[in-house]
């Protein structure tokens, strides 16, 4: 799933938040026309862009639904498709052609450029859709597609981690990471402490149950410092944490790059070139760009 906004927005952010943290509220986007499935969108937010690389988060379901994104392109990033029920088939311009089902991960790495599509039948899907940025020395790399059906658990009294990418606590994912970063679908039954990396910065995300401290919807910022986080409850909870990203970038639609001319260049050809590959298979034609902003898009950090 990707950015299917007909007028997507730059998100500007505000103030750096106090040491205590704060809660990213998430805003209801539409993907697609009028029967489009609705997401609730925690980054970038209003108030902050990034948690460690992860750039982007979208959240939906439970909810009986087909999804139907057709080909569209990304640049200068990872995405990151996790799945709590439900199945989504992936193809890309690479030639894979992959479901991916509870409890898996399918990775792409856009590098300098690809296309994909995503699809399903009508049946209850529940998942979220992560975005990674790229640091300057991997945005050109060439593009690479990832399935990994098995994935390290870090068990401990009270909870079961699932490690989707990076590292926690000495479990490390086979998936590619291209910055130092933290992944994770906590299963929580009791009460736990859940051990973490205290040079990064953390999110939290209820998935579903009831787990203290936390609510559906939007998504708990946790500064750096914590070597730990005590959950209490039964339920599942998103973990995303990484070392803070120092560089600056434009996000706009599907696209993670530098500079307002690099991003109309991006879009220009998705428009008229064949930088981005096709997609095979899909029945439907490839997603329009948007028209670009009237006002030059500006390089962010992760807080203004």
């Not at 009270?158 to 906590?186: D, N, Q, R, Y």
Request: proline share 9%; aromatic share 6%; net charge negative.
């Amino acid at each position: 799933m990707s950015n299917l906004e007909h007028e997507p927005r730059e998100i500007r952010c505000a103030a750096e938040p106090g040491a205590d943290g704060e809660l990213l509220e998430g805003r209801a986007v539409p993907l697609g026309g009028p029967r489009a499935m609705s997401v609730s969108r925690t980054l970038p937010g209003v108030h902050r862009r990034m948690i460690g690389a992860w750039c982007f988060l979208d959240a939906y379901g439970p909810e009986v639904t087909a999804m139907r994104v057709p080909p569209h392109p990304h640049t200068g990033l990872q995405t990151v498709t996790w799945l709590l029920a439900g199945e989504v088939l992936h193809r890309d311009s690479l030639g894979s052609l992959q479901p991916v089902r509870p409890g898996q991960l399918n990775l792409m790495t856009a590098g300098r450029g690809i296309s994909h599509s995503e699809e399903s039948a009508e049946t209850t899907l529940h998942g979220v859709q992560l975005w990674v940025a790229l640091p300057e020395e991997r945005r050109a790399d060439a593009p690479s597609f990832e399935h990994h059906a098995e994935l390290p658990v870090l068990e401990g009294p009270g909870f079961a981690a699932t490690v989707i990418m990076g590292a926690l606590g000495g479990a490390a994912s086979p998936a590619t990471a291209c910055t130092p970063l933290t992944g994770a679908e906590i299963a929580v039954d009791g009460t736990g402490e859940v051990p973490l990396d205290a040079g990064f910065e953390h999110g939290l995300l209820l998935l579903d149950g009831e787990v203290e401290g936390l609510e559906r919807g939007p998504l708990a910022y946790l500064p750096p410092g914590r070597g730990g986080l005590r959950l209490s409850g039964r339920g599942r909870v998103l973990l995303v944490g990484g070392a803070p990203f120092g560089e600056e970038i434009v996000m706009w639609w599907n696209f993670v790059g530098r500079s307002h001319d690099e991003i109309a260049a991006f879009r220009k050809e998705w428009a008229e070139g064949e930088g981005f590959g096709v997609v095979e298979g899909f029945d439907g034609p490839p997603l329009p760009a948007p028209v670009l902003p009237g006002i030059r898009l500006k390089p962010r950090g992760r807080v203004r």
